[in-house]
């Protein structure tokens, strides 16, 4: 779960997509293109999540969503 979430973390909040992980903050590109149509968006389920395989060398074709920061913290 630590790749989709201290690095590749993202929630909602106010009915919006929010950044929270480390790797999206650094990468200007790689924030824009989380938020376009081009990746698929899951539901942060950490029983899930930890089984998602995921490429270290381009940007991530999948990212978990979780309900709010909150959410992610206590899943």
Partial sequence: CFWFTVEFGLCRQDGQLKAFGAGLLSSFGELQYCLTDKPQLKEFEPEITGQQKYPIT????????????EDAKEK
Avoid: I, T
């Fill in 58 to 69: 381009e940007y991530q074709p999948v990212y978990f969503v979780a309900n709010s920061f």
